[in-house]
T-cell receptor, first 112, second 114 residues
């Protein structure tokens, strides 16, 4: 069973606030990913990391930023939240290129 | 053409029947293939992985891979109402700037009715 955690699980916040979504995994996986998914819609990759100090933008442009200072931790930050950022954010991790990828429980963000 | 395409849904089957979910992919050198189940409002849950041609069985689930036809499928035997969910096919990209990243299909909604 995968051990990947996301906090908070639900967040309701006002426009203009700075937020950080936390993602941690205890499996020592080198690769970590952030996806964005609206209800009933497809998954979109917004950021990924192949290891410490490695971050890349994904297929969907996002105003968020990420960092990877420790192997187990991959936080996502929005400097100024807007209603258009309302979505579910999913963190995932895996070891190596072709192995199984596991998802965290997700953070549902609502920006008023 | 999308890189990973799943059969259009929604798919509705009676309880106890076999549900068949299909997926085709365009990257001929893809190395690994996965099926995820996603309940409404939840995160995707890995249910099957397959790496070589043929069938792989796990309980009521059977994944089938045919690399020559670039086709992967998932069969769910003895379908239960609890199997009602969206099923996502995912394929690992083999090279270039997308190396190691998963490409997901659009998902197939499965409903199992009593």
């Amino acid at each position: 069973e995968a051990d990947i955690y996301q906090t908070p699980r639900y967040l309701v916040i006002g426009t203009g606030k700075k937020i950080t979504l936390e993602c941690s995994q205890t499996m020592g996986h080198d690769k970590m990913y952030w996806y964005q998914q609206d209800p009933g819609m497809e998954l979109h990759l917004i950021h990924y990391s192949y290891g410490v100090n490695s971050t890349e933008k994904g297929d969907l442009s996002s105003e968020s930023t990420v960092s990877r200072i420790r192997t187990e931790h991959f936080p996502l930050t929005l400097e100024s939240a807007r209603p258009s950022h309302t979505s579910q954010y999913l963190c995932a991790s895996k070891q190596g290129a072709y192995n199984e990828q596991f998802f965290g429980p997700g953070t549902r963000l609502t920006v008023l | 053409q999308k890189e990973v395409e799943q059969n259009s849904g929604p798919l509705s089957v009676p309880e106890g029947a076999i549900a068949s979910l299909n997926c085709t992919y365009s990257d001929r050198v893809s190395q690994s293939f996965f099926w995820y189940r996603q309940y409404s409002g939840k995160s995707p849950e890995l249910i099957m992985s397959i790496y070589s041609n043929g069938d792989k069985e796990d309980g009521r689930f059977t994944a089938q891979l045919n690399k020559a036809s670039q086709y992967v499928s998932l069969l769910i035997r003895d379908s239960q109402p609890s199997d009602s969910a969206t099923y996502l096919c995912a394929v690992t990209n083999a090279g270039g700037t997308s190396y190691g990243k998963l490409t997901f299909g659009q998902g197939t909604i499965l409903t199992v009715h009593p």
